[in-house]
């Protein structure tokens, strides 16, 4: 305040307060907003590729393991009826008796989703097996033979 100036009124001083509330409720500039969307743009392109990749690799590792499990319920089959399930009934064996099995001693598997890969393709099977005793595999992704990345086959050997 100037030497010799009135001081302001009481309604001048309450258009300043008005005036401060206002501008603090304003909210976020444009600008602002446009900085905040380009920082998550940028850090999207970078961790995207990456939550991609993982979850392939996730779905193979996830069929390895299951086989893993189809493996044991095919080992305490074999334990209960001294072979392994045929080609002709396969890997249904291990879920729901087959007809001329007296000894099955089941279910090996509690579901018959079980028997169905990440990508929702059925396991294979094989008795006697090419590299194995006997084969449980997944052809992966793409449901073909051979392949690479998340189209690779998946197997017990």
Same mark, same amino acid.
């Given at each position: 305040?100037?030497?010799? &100036?009135?001081?302001?009124?009481? &309604? %001048? *001083?309450?258009?300043? $307060?008005? $005036? $401060?509330? *206002?501008? %603090?409720?304003?909210?976020?500039?444009?600008?602002?907003?446009?900085?905040?969307?380009?920082?998550?743009?940028?850090? !999207?392109?970078?961790?995207?590729?990456?939550?991609? =990749?993982?979850?392939? *690799?996730?779905?193979?590792? =996830?069929?390895?393991?299951?086989?893993?499990?189809?493996?044991?319920?095919?080992?305490?089959?074999?334990?209960?009826?001294?072979?392994?399930? +045929? &080609?002709? =009934?396969?890997?249904? !064996?291990?879920? %729901?008796?087959?007809? !001329?099995?007296?000894?099955?001693?089941?279910?090996?598997?509690?579901? %018959?989703?079980?028997? =169905?890969?990440? /990508?929702?393709?059925?396991?294979?099977?094989?008795?006697?097996?090419?590299?194995?005793?006997?084969?449980?595999?997944?052809? +992966? $992704?793409?449901?073909? &033979?051979? +392949?690479?990345?998340?189209? !690779?086959?998946?197997?017990? /050997?």
């Amino acid at each position: 305040m100037i030497v010799g &100036e009135m001081p302001p009124s009481g &309604e %001048a *001083r309450q258009s300043r $307060r008005y $005036r $401060r509330r *206002r501008s %603090a409720r304003r909210g976020f500039s444009f600008l602002e907003v446009l900085v905040v969307l380009a920082i998550i743009a940028l850090v !999207a392109s970078v961790v995207g590729p990456r939550a991609i =990749t993982y979850f392939s *690799r996730a779905k193979t590792k =996830t069929a390895a393991l299951q086989i893993k499990e189809i493996e044991s319920a095919l080992e305490l089959y074999f334990l209960d009826t001294g072979r392994y399930p +045929g &080609e002709d =009934t396969g890997l249904l !064996a291990l879920v %729901a008796a087959p007809p !001329a099995e007296t000894r099955w001693n089941g279910p090996y598997l509690k579901q %018959a989703s079980a028997l =169905t890969d990440p /990508w929702n393709w059925a396991y294979r099977y094989r008795y006697p097996g090419q590299h194995a005793e006997f084969d449980v595999y997944s052809f +992966g $992704r793409d449901g073909l &033979e051979g +392949g690479s990345g998340e189209d !690779a086959d998946v197997g017990n /050997w």
